[in-house]
């Protein structure tokens, strides 16, 4: 446990030492920031077709929605360093050759991950809730939202850690976990396609079905459940990998 | 505690698809013992170290650190153990005294004795005035005593270093070596090298390994003190035959190399010298050269690499 909680420091501190963290913090937050403008203006002079939508539904929804995608664009840029770095510059001799088993590795270096992005969530959940000042929001629909982001950015996240585990070149794991994740956000588009029993299994494993669920204020453990497997899946990958690579071939 | 057994390795074997990298490798280190690895490039060097110190799995065979076995009890074996790969193993964006700090941490030491063995370790290395700088930043003489730093941080038992001394300039080499020497007196430390002279002035005991081979496995001193006898290489202007040369009391053994020069042994005293001089001057074959021939470790490590393996150990066993 201990070990866990070294590694993820360590990882956390090591991500603001470059000035990488501190401009995807800053562009991911001035992005939203303009969205968030705009999705505010629009509720003060909303379309016909807004009516009896409330400002939640308006503002923190879509706010909410528009945050998935992005952080889905800078997931790949965040996570491909963590363990391909690691190997390039052979830091993870000094790691394997330490008394840390590998789960306790990839957890660490998971949860230092998650840390970070617990951090921009903050930043980002900052922005609705600002709007308290002003108008009463709901509060239960935008904490099933925060929650739907939280568990969403998880399962980008544990699929990043998986990629990089792949490659040595940083790059390589970027461009593979953008596929990936881009792949898993979309596949429910080809649900038209196909018989029902595909329609169902395609529209189960998208990421982005279970995501819209939980933003609307519709909390089903169901959706809880998936983000969770994959979370864990990714992560139980990417320590057999690890292992793979000692074992010889 | 003398003779305590900190290394043992037994039948290792690793394989890279169908290479078979280490073949059948079995020797143990002790405490106080500083053992020498030897051999030419893509020997095998690396990869035995890297099976000792668990970043890579064997395929075949045992390795006990400190007791332990490393595939079955990593973590207890990994405490007793530190680790330099050939390329120090440094997060560049953090300072020395940062880094120096995790990686006590990794090692399991507490918050206040992490701090004590980070001072502890960069007085021995000689980093004390650097503690504040980028790792990026440091020379590559302070990288690699950051990377020797990180390895001995939590005084393990066991110090496995991988060419310590590569790219170092000659006033560092011999820091590193002093450093190494005084390691060794209450460690046990592996180190893999190919520059012949550090083996014979820092290690105890020298193995030399060759396609994945041990080939040798010997004391230095032993390796040294075994020749009773000398060897020198002669040149003449009017050579003459071995016979001749043999026949000249104190000459155990004559070999011509070319056509004017020989490479003899002499028993080793200074009278056997003299007769071959005085022999030389009354035959008149214009002696021209004498040489002592190149150092024993040298010469068995040339003939063990390039394949004479069973001649040599026919000269030294």
Same mark, same amino acid.
């Given at each position: 446990m201990n070990n866990i909680f070294t590694i993820a420091t360590h990882e956390l501190r090591r991500f603001f030492k470059s000035p990488l963290a501190w401009i995807i913090l800053g562009v991911v937050e001035f992005l939203l920031a303009m969205f968030f403008l705009l999705l505010l203006d629009q509720f003060l002079?909303?379309?016909?077709?807004?009516?009896?939508?409330?400002v939640t539904e308006i503002v923190v929804a879509s706010m909410f929605q528009e945050s998935g995608i992005i952080i889905l664009l800078i997931t790949p840029l965040i996570t491909m360093r963590i363990f391909s770095e690691e190997r390039r510059t052979g830091t993870i001799n000094l790691l394997l050759s330490s008394p840390v088993s590998l789960t306790e590795l990839v957890l660490g270096k998971y949860l230092g991950l998650l840390a970070f992005f617990v951090i921009m969530l903050a930043l980002i959940a900052l922005m609705p809730l600002s709007m308290l000042l002003g108008t009463p929001i709901d509060l239960l629909q935008t904490a099933s939202g925060l929650l739907g982001l939280f568990l969403l950015t998880a399962s980008f996240a544990a699929i990043g850690l998986f990629v990089s585990t792949?490659?040595?070149?940083p790059a390589a794991a970027a461009i593979m976990t953008f596929g990936i994740l881009l792949m898993l956000w979309i596949?429910?588009?080809?649900?038209?396609?196909?018989?029902e029993t595909t329609r169902l299994v395609l529209e189960y494993l998208s990421l982005r079905n279970h995501y819209n669920n939980l933003i609307v204020g519709v909390f089903n453990s169901v959706d809880v459940f998936y983000y969770l497997i994959v979370s864990l899946t990714f992560i139980g990958l990417s320590i057999w990998r690890l292992d793979m690579d000692r074992l010889p071939a | 505690m003398e003779n305590e057994t900190l290394i043992s390795v037994k039948g290792l074997y690793r394989y890279y698809g169908n290479y078979c *990298?280490?073949?059948n490798m079995s020797f143990d280190l002790n405490r106080g013992e500083i053992l020498g690895f030897l051999g030419?490039?893509? *020997?095998g060097k690396s990869t035995t170290m890297q099976i000792i110190s668990g970043v890579l799995a064997a395929s075949k065979g045992e390795v006990r650190v400190a007791g332990h076995d490393i595939s079955t009890q990593p973590r207890l074996a990994k405490s007793h153990l530190g680790f330099l790969p050939e390329l120090p193993p440094l997060y560049h964006d953090l300072t020395v005294d940062e880094y120096l700090l995790y990686c006590a941490k990794l090692r399991g030491l507490s918050r206040r004795s992490a701090l004590n063995s980070t001072e502890h370790a960069k007085k021995l290395c000689g980093l004390t005035q650097v503690g504040h700088r980028l790792l990026r930043n440091l020379s590559h003489g302070y990288q690699q005593r950051a990377g020797i730093a990180q390895a001995i941080i939590h005084s393990p038992s066991v110090i496995v270093l991988d060419?310590?001394?590569?790219?170092?300039d000659p006033i560092q080499i011999r820091e590193i070596r002093n450093l190494i020497r005084e390691l060794g007196r209450d460690h046990g430390v592996i180190l893999s090298t190919h520059i012949l002279p550090e083996v014979q002035s820092v290690c105890d005991r020298v193995l030399i390994i060759n396609q994945g081979e041990l080939v040798l496995d010997k004391e230095i001193d032993n390796l040294m003190d075994k020749e009773s006898k000398q060897r020198l290489k002669v040149a003449f202007r009017r050579p003459p035959s071995e016979a001749e040369l043999l026949k000249i009391t104190g000459v155990l053994n004559a070999e011509q190399l070319d056509s004017s020069s020989f490479l003899l042994e002499l028993a080793d005293d200074q009278e056997s010298l003299d007769k071959l001089v005085q022999q030389a001057v009354k035959s008149g074959w214009g002696l021209n050269q004498l040489q002592v021939a190149t150092d024993s470790l040298e010469e068995t490590f040339t003939m063990l690499v390039s394949g004479k393996r069973e001649e040599s150990a026919q000269i030294h066993e």
């Open positions: 002079n909303p379309a016909p077709w807004y009516a009896g939508r409330g792949l490659s040595a070149q596949i429910n588009m080809a649900t038209n396609t196909g018989n | *990298a280490v073949k030419p490039n893509g *020997a060419e310590p001394t590569s790219g170092l």
